[in-house]
């Protein structure tokens, strides 16, 4: 169909290209962390549809997928779409919200979602651009830009959680973007990390493989907030594949590049694009 926001200047077409800087920015922002309901916050977005919306005014600059990986964190879930809609909004994007959920019977394998979501979110759009989110941290500043710079960028750099302190430079954990071809030159995350740990530190190793660097911005303004939960057990074995994956012919041979899932549910709910997955299975 024909774009929004077209206009016919001297019988040229021209579109109306949201502005650099999204307008009405206000810089720290509050998070309602009370437990409203799916109807409360349903009700709210009338604007949002299929996990996604886009200026009404202007053509976005940008097409993002946000990535949340996901298991039992339910209250979690709302109070983050709530927060983020509201967000995303006002930053004038397009963009779509996408909740990968594994198997219950699958230990959980934080990098491998991402994976997944990655590859289901561009069957649906051309994104330029992903940011892979974990579902307890809101961002506490609208400056924070959800966008995809022409470096890999790290952007939960200050958590409340860890006193607003980066625990470590390489860290690439929390909230981090990558544009479309970036992420596909360093073949995605590693399927192989299970439980908790290591997939992140995997990830920064393989942009380091490939001569990208790690950019962040202002820790004022790249400030989150993390609701509180109950920490795993950290996966004792994580070190030994974080070795062997520091290798570049092993990072081509485990990543977007030896996928093998299987979508049990894919539901375009108000809120967010829901998929269920679990680890190959024959048909
Ligand atoms: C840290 C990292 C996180 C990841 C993890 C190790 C930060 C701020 N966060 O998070 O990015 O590298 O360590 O794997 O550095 N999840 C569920 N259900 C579960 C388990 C995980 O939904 O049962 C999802 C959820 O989106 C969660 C994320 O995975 O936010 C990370 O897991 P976590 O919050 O339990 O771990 P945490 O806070 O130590
Ligand atoms: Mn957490």
Redesign the pocket.
Known sequence: GKPRAMYEQNGNISVNICPLIPQGLVGKINVEKSNTDWLKIESKYTMVSNGSHHPENCSARHKVAIL??????ES?LRIFLNHMHAFLMKQQLEYAIYVV?LDKDIP?N?GF?FNVGFMEATKDKEFGCFV??????LPLNDQNLYQCPDQPRHM?VA?D??KFKL?YDE?????SSMSKDHFKTINGYSNL?F???????DLFNRIVSNKMIITRILSNIAS?T??P????SE?PLRYEVLTTGKNESTQNKDGLSNLKYHVTEKIYRKLFVHIKVTINKAD
């Open positions: 949340v990986p996901f298991r039992d964190r979690h959920e959980f934080r979602l892979f989110h974990d579902v307890d941290l939960s958590i959680k860890y625990l860290n690439f954990g929390g909230v990390f439980g908790w740990g290591g997939e992140d530190d989150y993390m609701l939960h109950i920490h795993a996966n």
